[in-house]
Nanobody, 134 residues
């Protein structure tokens, strides 16, 4: 059974940094990454890393956030720097073992989630809250 467990959320002052981690158990992912959803807003893709190391970022975070993975490809990290109030959201880990499902996540990160169709090949964590105080 697949489990994705996030850690590292919390509160931080604007301009500060946080590091999120997600551990996948029972799972070797083809891709792992992060989505976020703020209250009253649509879910956004934040960053995705493929098992081979290629990365995709939501343009507004590209110069501030860095996604990485461990060698075993079962932990994904998100280093978030220069945080501002607009980054306040519930951050959820996303993963898939399937290339087509990963491609959908990559498109959602780069171009928006409006067309994202979530299937049984997508797996999600429960989320960790990030609050940035301005």
């Amino acid at each position: 059974q697949v489990h994705l467990v996030e850690s590292g959320g919390g509160s931080v002052q604007a301009g500060g940094s946080l590091r999120l981690s997600c551990r996948a158990s029972g799972y070797t992912a083809n891709c792992m990454g992060w989505f976020r959803q703020a209250p009253g807003k649509q879910r956004e893709g934040v960053a995705i890393i493929q098992s081979g190391g290629a990365t995709w970022y939501f343009p507004p975070v590209k110069d501030r956030f860095t996604v990485s993975q461990n060698n075993a490809k079962n932990i994904v990290n998100l280093q978030m720097n220069s945080l501002d109030a607009a980054d306040t959201a519930m951050y959820s880990c996303a993963a898939s073992r399937r290339k087509h499902a990963c491609a959908a996540l990559m498109r959602a990160v780069a171009g928006g989630t409006a067309g994202l169709v979530i299937t049984e090949d997508h797996h999600w964590g429960q989320g960790t809250l990030v609050t940035v105080d301005s």
